[in-house]
């Protein structure tokens, strides 16, 4: 049984989104000490140690890597071709953004 290109490419970059994410999940809780950006326990709290509270902006830079080499790959290398069988693969990027914006 053959793995399909389709599925190899996104697969790709999920591990592209990962690779990126835990690389920048240390830079992120650094970046939140330097900034104070942290949530120290308390009575309301659930954590017993203080907190960074940037670690989405590790996710958000983890989608964006994926999705620049995506467009890029769409340019350089013609990879819509891979999808034009597989129209429910399609992907407005630019929805795509915006929603990953907000």
């Known amino acids: ?11 790709c970059l999920g ?4 690779v990126v994410t835990y ?7 650094r970046i939140a000490f330097k900034f104070n950006a942290i949530d ?33 790959g769409e340019v350089v290398f013609d990879w819509h071709e891979l999808y034009r069988s597989a129209r429910f693969l399609q992907v407005n990027y630019v929805g795509v953004l915006a929603g990953l914006t907000v």
């Open 40 to 72: 120290y326990p308390s009575a309301r709290r659930v954590n017993k140690t203080p907190m960074p509270r940037m670690g989405g902006i590790a996710m958000f830079m983890g989608v964006m890597a994926a999705l620049v080499f995506e467009l890029v």
């Open 23 to 29: 690389f920048c999940v240390p830079l992120a809780k």
């Open 15 to 18: 591990g592209i989104a990962f």
């Open 1 to 11: 049984m053959s793995i399909s290109p389709q599925i190899i490419h996104l697969l």
